[in-house]
C-alpha cells in the first residue's frame, strides 16, 4: 500500500546569494516521500521566498493534507495542487521516482546514465564590484563559456563597468554574456538601460521589469535592442497562447518548481515552438534531489542550448549525490552514490 510523509531541510548558502529582491543566506526545501513495496520516491518542494506563488500560510498543513489523503488510499491522479506549483512538482517528481525504482533515475537517457552532460551556463550573483569580478572570473577560468550575471541592484554605471571589464578581454565569440534582471528595471528606463547594455553584445536578458505588465513589455520586446526572456512573467498562470502572442518575447524560461513540474512546463514549450520563441530551463534554488531531477527530464528535450542548472554547488549542506559540474557542463556522475539519510 501506498504511503506518505515529508520533512523539511534548511539550506545555508556557501556565500550571501544577492537579486535585485533581496540576499539570501538560507532557504528551506520540504521533501515528499513515498513508499510502496519498499521503494521510496523522493520529491523536492522548493519554494524561494518573494517569487514562488504558494501561499506561506498553510503550506505545511498543505503538505500534511496530502499526505493524509494519499495514506487513505485517494487516487493520486486526482489530486490537484493549483494554488501550490512547488508541491505539484514534488509529487509529480516523487510519483515518477517511485515507478522508476525509487533509484533517483526519472528518466533514462544519456544524462542519467552517465554517458553526456548538460552544457550549463555560469551563474554570476548580485554584491560588490569586486565579488562579481571574482565570480566571473572563476567561471570563465573553469571552463564557462556562457555567463547569467544578475542586473539591476547596484548603480547602473558599476553594473556597465563590470560588462566593460569582460568585454575588454573576451569577444562574443568567447563568451556569451545572459543578463537577469528580475524585473529590477521600470517601464520608464527599462528601454534606455537596455540600449546601454547593448554596446557589450548581450546574448539576451531576463525579465527587465515585473511581471503583469503585458502592454509595457510588449513594448520593450518590440524596441529592445537586446533578446528579451520572460521568466517570473509565467509563474502564477496557466500556459497562455495570449500572452506568448501579445508580449512576443525571444525567449522563455522554465523553471518547473515555479510553475507546477514537468507537464506544465512541457505545454509552455509547446505554445512556444508553435509561435517560434526558443525556450531553456532553469532551477530555482532546489539541492541537489530537485536539480537531479530537472536536469533528467531537460536532457530528454534534446536541447542544445546552455541550460541554467549550475546552481547544485551553492549550500553548505546540500544532499550529497551524483551530480558534478565538469567543463561547463552537469553531470551524473554513477561512480557517486547518494546520501538521502538527512532526508530519510
Given at each position: 500500500m501506498l504511503k506518505a510523509r515529508h520533512t523539511t531541510i534548511n539550506f545555508q548558502f556557501k556565500f550571501p546569494a544577492g537579486t535585485s529582491r533581496g540576499i539570501l543566506h538560507n532557504k528551506s526545501s520540504s521533501f515528499l516521500i513515498l513508499e510502496e513495496n519498499e521503494t521510496t520516491g523522493i520529491g523536492e518542494c522548493s519554494i524561494i521566498p518573494g517569487l514562488s506563488i504558494d501561499p506561506p500560510d498553510g503550506y505545511q498543513q498543505t503538505l500534511e493534507q496530502l499526505c493524509s489523503d494519499i495514506n487513505r488510499g485517494k487516487d493520486i491522479t486526482q489530486l490537484k495542487l493549483p494554488e501550490f506549483p512547488s508541491i505539484a512538482f514534488g509529487l509529480e517528481t516523487a510519483v515518477t521516482d517511485l515507478k522508476q525504482g525509487g533509484s533517483r533515475k526519472l528518466f533514462q537517457n544519456s544524462f542519467s546514465e552517465g554517458k553526456t552532460g548538460i552544457p550549463i551556463n555560469g551563474l554570476v550573483w548580485m554584491g560588490n564590484k569586486e565579488f562579481m569580478r571574482k565570480q566571473i572570473h572563476?567561471?570563465?577560468?573553469?571552463?564557462?563559456?556562457?555567463?547569467?550575471?544578475?542586473?539591476?541592484?547596484?548603480?547602473?554605471?558599476?553594473?556597465?563597468?563590470?560588462?566593460?571589464?569582460?568585454?575588454k578581454e573576451f569577444s562574443p565569440d568567447d563568451i556569451e554574456i545572459r543578463l537577469d534582471a528580475n524585473g529590477g528595471f521600470n517601464p520608464g528606463n527599462g528601454l534606455e538601460n537596455l540600449k546601454l547594455f547593448s554596446e557589450y553584445h548581450i546574448h539576451s536578458i531576463e525579465q527587465p521589469i515585473k511581471p503583469l505588465q503585458w502592454e509595457e513589455m510588449a513594448v520593450i520586446c518590440e524596441k529592445s535592442p537586446i533578446p528579451i526572456a520572460l521568466d517570473e512573467e509565467l509563474i502564477g498562470i496557466s500556459p497562455s497562447k495570449i500572452l506568448l502572442e501579445e508580449i512576443k518575447p525571444h525567449f522563455i524560461i522554465l523553471k518547473p518548481s515555479l510553475i507546477g513540474g514537468f507537464t506544465?512546463?512541457?505545454?509552455?514549450?509547446?505554445?512556444?515552438?508553435?509561435?517560434?520563441?526558443?525556450?531553456?530551463?532553469?532551477?530555482?534554488?532546489?539541492?541537489?534531489?530537485?536539480?537531479?531531477?530537472?536536469?533528467?527530464?531537460?536532457?530528454s528535450l534534446h536541447t542544445a542550448l546552455p541550460q541554467g542548472l549550475g546552481t547544485g554547488m551553492l549550500y553548505e549542506n546540500n544532499i550529497p549525490s551524483p551530480l558534478e559540474i565538469k567543463n561547463a557542463q552537469l553531470f551524473y556522475n554513477r561512480h557517486r552514490n547518494w546520501d538521502l539519510s538527512s532526508i530519510l
Amino acid at each position: 500500500m501506498l504511503k506518505a510523509r515529508h520533512t523539511t531541510i534548511n539550506f545555508q548558502f556557501k556565500f550571501p546569494a544577492g537579486t535585485s529582491r533581496g540576499i539570501l543566506h538560507n532557504k528551506s526545501s520540504s521533501f515528499l516521500i513515498l513508499e510502496e513495496n519498499e521503494t521510496t520516491g523522493i520529491g523536492e518542494c522548493s519554494i524561494i521566498p518573494g517569487l514562488s506563488i504558494d501561499p506561506p500560510d498553510g503550506y505545511q498543513q498543505t503538505l500534511e493534507q496530502l499526505c493524509s489523503d494519499i495514506n487513505r488510499g485517494k487516487d493520486i491522479t486526482q489530486l490537484k495542487l493549483p494554488e501550490f506549483p512547488s508541491i505539484a512538482f514534488g509529487l509529480e517528481t516523487a510519483v515518477t521516482d517511485l515507478k522508476q525504482g525509487g533509484s533517483r533515475k526519472l528518466f533514462q537517457n544519456s544524462f542519467s546514465e552517465g554517458k553526456t552532460g548538460i552544457p550549463i551556463n555560469g551563474l554570476v550573483w548580485m554584491g560588490n564590484k569586486e565579488f562579481m569580478r571574482k565570480q566571473i572570473h572563476e567561471k570563465i577560468d573553469t571552463g564557462f563559456r556562457c555567463i547569467k550575471i544578475k542586473v539591476g541592484a547596484l548603480e547602473l554605471e558599476t553594473e556597465l563597468a563590470i560588462l566593460a571589464d569582460i568585454r575588454k578581454e573576451f569577444s562574443p565569440d568567447d563568451i556569451e554574456i545572459r543578463l537577469d534582471a528580475n524585473g529590477g528595471f521600470n517601464p520608464g528606463n527599462g528601454l534606455e538601460n537596455l540600449k546601454l547594455f547593448s554596446e557589450y553584445h548581450i546574448h539576451s536578458i531576463e525579465q527587465p521589469i515585473k511581471p503583469l505588465q503585458w502592454e509595457e513589455m510588449a513594448v520593450i520586446c518590440e524596441k529592445s535592442p537586446i533578446p528579451i526572456a520572460l521568466d517570473e512573467e509565467l509563474i502564477g498562470i496557466s500556459p497562455s497562447k495570449i500572452l506568448l502572442e501579445e508580449i512576443k518575447p525571444h525567449f522563455i524560461i522554465l523553471k518547473p518548481s515555479l510553475i507546477g513540474g514537468f507537464t506544465v512546463a512541457e505545454q509552455w514549450i509547446t505554445l512556444a515552438e508553435k509561435n517560434n520563441i526558443e525556450w531553456w530551463i532553469t532551477s530555482a534554488l532546489e539541492s541537489n534531489v530537485g536539480l537531479n531531477a530537472i536536469a533528467q527530464w531537460t536532457a530528454s528535450l534534446h536541447t542544445a542550448l546552455p541550460q541554467g542548472l549550475g546552481t547544485g554547488m551553492l549550500y553548505e549542506n546540500n544532499i550529497p549525490s551524483p551530480l558534478e559540474i565538469k567543463n561547463a557542463q552537469l553531470f551524473y556522475n554513477r561512480h557517486r552514490n547518494w546520501d538521502l539519510s538527512s532526508i530519510l
